[in-house]
């Protein structure tokens, strides 16, 4: 009986459970448990993903229990450290900016000159997601940016356990580094906190491992685990040069850029033969190799060496 309830439920649990967390997360600012239990939602948001990849398996899925005690490190660092530790090194450095042009901590010195409420929260919407597409292009595209982004495309399946694996760099570039620009433009805060969070809620449910379909609706319009899994694809789509789906939690300037791919058949979309890195790199499964780049170096160091000979 549990079993045909669960399997009747797949079409909607995965739409389900994106809609109640983004309420939650919305209904949390504000009150009390917000302060006594700081993190609750994101939390209760990490757990829900590990639900649904429980109660539907990806038929495709890989394996990635010999990388649990990497993929626990990566998640306290990038998920709960990275952006506190980021806005305390950078923060009196990137407040200098503005305050040498324009002598103020921002650069609209008000958000009312930025529009009106409504305006502000879709500028913030388009911004903010054109912002991380461009950051993740990049990302792939400048050779010494890949090398630290690589660490992440070498998962062999996207998980939520796996949703942190990155260098703490390169994790801070697509993901604090367009809320600290948001922050330095002016915005209304709560512009900012309905439509970034929105689309921050959508990139974490991207690398959910689940099976359960997130539907024609939700996939035409955000980065769902359908449509970001061809972003892990081993073999790039024909006609792409680096990668597809760039989009963090939207894929609007995917389409709209031509890096969007995604196949169907019956109406059913079709996923990629195998995830991992597209020139073959085993996954590292030792976080402090990730960090400390120890892939990276000895080619970097041949290449100086043969500079200096040449």
């Given at each position: 009986m549990f079993k045909k309830l669960i399997a009747a439920c797949s079409l909607i649990a995965f739409p389900t459970a994106f809609i109640v967390t983004y309420f939650l997360k919305v209904y949390e600012i504000g009150y009390s448990l917000r302060v006594l239990i700081p993190g609750l939602i994101f939390m209760l948001t990490l757990l829900s993903m590990i639900i649904l990849e429980q109660l539907y398996h990806y038929k495709n899925a890989v394996s990635q229990r010999y990388v649990l005690t990497r993929d626990i490190f990566s998640t306290i660092l990038n998920g709960f450290l990275n952006s506190s530790i980021l806005n305390a090194l950078l923060g009196p450095a990137i407040l200098y900016l503005p305050n040498m042009l324009f002598g103020r901590d921002v650069i609209?010195?008000?958000s009312d000159k930025l529009g009106p409420f409504w305006l502000q929260l879709i500028l913030v919407f388009f911004f903010y997601s054109f912002i991380r597409y461009a950051v993740h292009r990049i990302q792939h595209t400048v050779p010494f940016l890949w090398e630290l982004h690589s660490y992440h495309h070498a998962v062999t399946d996207i998980r939520m356990s796996n949703l942190f694996v990155s260098h703490p760099f390169d994790y801070a570039l697509r993901n604090v580094l367009p809320g600290i620009i948001l922050g330095l433009i002016g915005f209304d805060g709560g512009a900012v906190f309905f439509s970034a969070g929105l689309l921050?809620?959508?990139?974490?449910?991207s690398h959910c491992g689940s099976g359960a379909p997130a539907g024609k609706l939700l996939n035409s319009i955000f980065m769902t685990p359908e449509v970001h899994r061809w972003h892990h694809s081993t073999v790039?789509?024909?006609?792409?040069?680096?990668?597809?789906?760039y989009g963090v939690g939207l894929n609007l300037w995917d389409r709209l850029l031509g890096t969007f791919y995604m196949p169907e058949k019956n109406g059913a979309p079709v996923p990629p033969k195998h995830m991992g890195h597209p020139e073959g790199v085993a996954d590292e499964p030792n976080y402090l190799k990730i960090i400390f780049l120890t892939r990276y170096w000895p080619n970097f160091l041949k290449k100086l060496v043969a500079g200096k000979e040449g």
């Open positions: 609209f010195s008000s921050s809620t959508a990139s974490i449910f790039i789509p024909e006609g792409h040069k680096y990668a597809v789906n």
